[in-house]
């Protein structure tokens, strides 16, 4: 058995799951030297939330945090998290500008691209992974959505694993984004398709349901290559097991990662001061990192639930949490068992709000969930009742192709369309995917630079999990 590869997540999953995503590049930049030095398998710091938490929240340019990480840490590969063809907004994007953006993310610096699609349609991974194929010296793991129901078993699973290294895959992912994985199933799964694919396996999951650790353990024992941990300022709760943890765990044994306790002590310090500064501001709600086993009772993620709460506050019906709680697996059960992580989380989510606060099921529809029952996400695990279907969005023919075969060729419009603001090439890509909050950002950027009062940012409060 080889040393146990460490993908460290404080960059990105970790505060996205504790903060909102909240870390700013300013915030990063002392810790950068000093994360280079670990030894890392990889580093993940960019993707997910992070682009949008960027232009929508901190007035930074992602693509110029992503410049810095790479010139800051040359020796560690920097991974990001990509949603196949959503890329990493909310809705499919035309093939160009998919191939355009891991283009672009590999230039800028990205070593690993970790792609994955909310419905584990393969159809919706194929352009990304033939895309960073491409890039030379570009690392494409594929992550399978892991999730429970009546059809998510060991075989599905593994069968999936198959398909997506025939697919082009140079490792994957089992992507636990709910906390649902359990030891003992994990240790099942990893072992099964261990036998199944010959690439490389990586195990991430949160530890919302306080179980996570055992979970990487397990998946260790049963032959897992990687696993995804985060610095213990910004570990357990609904982020990842501590790296310190899990690297003092394995030290001496097969599975020891090599990794140097000392050197992670001294870079957690000054996580630590970042912590403190979080916990002083409100920013890090003590909530986050209670144990809850609502998870595994549930299935619904941190983030979701977070968002769940904040729905219901804003109806004035917080008391009504427990049965939108147990309406989100019924809602998920009518809409074909679609697994919960953006868009799908939020899809099924607020349906189940809105079936709940309505006083009758399915009586106000949002557009997106009409959107994801006619198929215009992708095919769902298990096809939907043809008589919901037509419940849900009446005589309208559902979508039954890869749903970007239905998009026509956008970059050049989308370029047309930012000539104004245009600075650099990669601004299309911000512009494609978060359309308005860019062109605020791309009007404070051009404010400062030309010293300009008036520059504006949408202080919003939104969460916007993966």
């Known amino acids: 058995m080889a040393k146990v590869g460490i993908t460290e997540t404080i960059l990105r999953d970790a505060h996205q799951s504790l903060i909102a995503t909240r870390m700013s590049t300013e915030e990063m930049i002392p810790a950068l030297e000093m994360l280079d030095e670990i030894g890392y398998h990889s580093l993940e710091c960019w993707g997910g939330a992070t682009f949008d938490s960027c232009l929508r929240f901190l007035g930074e340019d992602p693509w110029e945090r992503l410049r810095l990480l790479k010139k800051h840490m040359p020796k560690t590969p920097l991974q990001m998290l990509f949603r196949g063809q959503n890329m990493l907004g909310y809705r499919h994007y035309a093939d160009d500008v998919v191939e355009y953006f891991v283009q672009k993310s590999v230039a800028n610096g990205i070593d690993v691209i970790r792609i994955f699609d909310a ?50 895959a140079d490792s994957l992912c089992i992507k636990d984004m709910a906390g649902l994985l359990v030891p003992y199933a994990t240790y099942d799964l990893v072992s099964e398709i ?181 198929g215009e996400y992708g095919a769902t695990p298990v096809p939907i009742d043809p008589e919901f279907t037509k419940k849900i969005i009446g005589d309208e023919t559902p979508i039954t192709c890869r749903p970007a075969d239905l998009l026509q060729p956008e970059l050049e419009q989308l370029r047309g369309e930012i000539s104004e603001w245009y600075e650099q090439e990669e601004d299309v890509l911000s512009y494609a995917q978060f359309g308005q909050v860019a062109l605020k950002y791309f009007e404070k950027r051009r404010n400062e630079k030309y010293g300009i009062d008036g520059a504006h940012l949408d202080k919003e409060n939104n969460v916007h999990p993966v």
């Open 119 to 168: 419905l584990n349609d393969i159809r919706n991974l194929q352009t990304s992974i033939n895309a960073a194929k491409k890039e030379k010296g570009a690392h494409v793991q594929v992550a399978v959505s892991y999730t429970t129901s009546p059809v998510h078993n060991v075989e599905y699973f593994v069968n999936y694993a198959k398909q997506l290294e025939s697919a082009g």
């Open 194 to 374: 261990k036998k199944a694919v010959s690439i490389p396996v990586q195990v991430h999951s949160h530890f919302t349901a306080g179980i996570a650790d055992m979970v990487l353990m397990k998946a260790i024992e049963a032959g897992a290559d990687v696993v995804d941990t985060a610095l213990s300022p910004l570990a357990m709760g609904t982020s990842h097991p501590a790296t310190e943890s899990m690297v003092a765990a394995l030290q001496g044994t097969e599975y020891d990662t090599g990794l140097d306790l000392v050197k992670l002590n001294e870079v957690s310090k000054y996580f630590g001061t970042l912590r403190k500064k979080y916990m002083d501001s409100g920013l890090l709600n003590p909530k986050m990192l209670e144990v809850d086993a609502n998870a595994l009772i549930y299935q619904v993620p941190g983030g979701m639930l977070s968002n769940l709460v904040s729905q219901l506050k804003q109806a004035g019906r917080e008391d009504q949490l427990e049965e939108v709680l147990q309406e989100v697996p019924r809602v998920r059960a009518d809409a074909g068992y679609p697994p919960l992580v953006t868009p799908s989380s939020q899809i099924v989510g607020t349906q189940a709000v809105f079936n709940v606060i309505g006083g009758e099921r399915y009586k106000m529809v949002t557009k997106e969930f009409k959107g994801l029952v006619r």
